[in-house]
């Protein structure tokens, strides 16, 4: 190969490269641009098919994709979370690219939907919460959680924690593997009561077993002062009841006599 024919063969790749740089650098910037517009709303995601879907076919997840689109061109009944086709049937054929309606889908024959789901007497509440604080993310619809909150209250040392109420029923999880959200079936009361903890603390969820039916331990705080007593009854200590009272310092006086002569 003759030098002018490497000169040649090395600016193709000089090229080459300051093309490709150019292109990344480009996506990148467009990339940055649609996250900005979707900050501001003017963006939105909708679910679209990854493939062909037929009429009577379950949905999973490897079916499922996102387009944006301007959010002034977003319908109503547009789906735009995976968890909201997941696990239900194409009511019509849905093309490849389409974009999915919540008239398209429908629950399987005998599923239930979250109203029938919950129970007489209680109300489906949905809290955000993280993978660590739901026992690492193992809750499944239909299990059975205490709730516990921690809270900072100005009455007592430190922070307090107490179990907020027992037994309730997990009716659905969102977020799929992430784990991001948790709705229980709850009473009016409740549901006060776990809107307050959310609103001065936070709260974890407590799986219980099946068979786990016991109850009694709502509202018993375990406060620093809690955690310390029982220190020192493990240790066999009497905790002091308050700072020691010393004794105000005296002073003596000798007077002096004198002895008659």
Do not use: H, W
């Not at 990148?28 to 501001?40: D, F, M, T």
């Not at 909201?84 to 939907?113: F, H, R, Y």
């Amino acid at each position: 190969m003759d030098k002018k024919k490497i000169i040649n063969l090395g600016i193709g790749v000089v090229l080459a490269i300051v093309a490709i740089f150019v292109i990344n650098s480009r996506l990148q910037e467009r990339e940055r641009i649609i996250q900005r517009l979707i900050q501001k709303g003017q963006i939105t995601q909708v679910l679209v098919a990854n493939r062909d879907i037929k009429k009577g076919e379950v949905i999973r997840e490897n079916m499922l994709g996102f387009v944006k689109i301007p959010s002034k061109s977003l319908k109503n009944n547009a789906l735009q979370s995976p968890e909201s086709a997941i696990g239900k049937v194409a009511k019509v054929d849905i093309l490849q690219k389409q974009e999915i309606l919540s008239n398209m889908v429908t629950l399987p024959k005998g599923a239930q939907s979250l109203s029938e789901k919950t129970p007489p007497g209680k109300k489906a509440y949905t809290v955000s919460i993280d993978r660590i604080s739901a026992v690492g993310g193992n809750i499944r619809n239909g299990n059975r959680v205490d709730v516990v909150g921690i809270m900072q209250l100005p009455e007592t040392q430190g922070q307090t924690v107490m179990t907020l109420f027992e037994n309730a029923k997990v009716l659905e999880i969102g977020g799929g593997k992430n784990l991001e959200s948790i709705t229980l079936a709850l009473t009016s009361e409740q549901i006060k009561i776990l809107t307050f903890a959310l609103q001065n603390g936070q709260v974890k969820m407590v799986l219980r077993s099946p068979g786990d039916k016991a109850e009694g331990t709502a509202f018993q705080p375990f406060t620093y002062q809690t955690f310390m007593q029982k220190i020192y009854n493990a240790m066999g200590i009497q905790p002091q009841q308050g700072p020691v009272q010393q004794a105000p310092p005296s002073v003596e006086i000798y007077r002096g006599g004198s002895q008659g002569q």
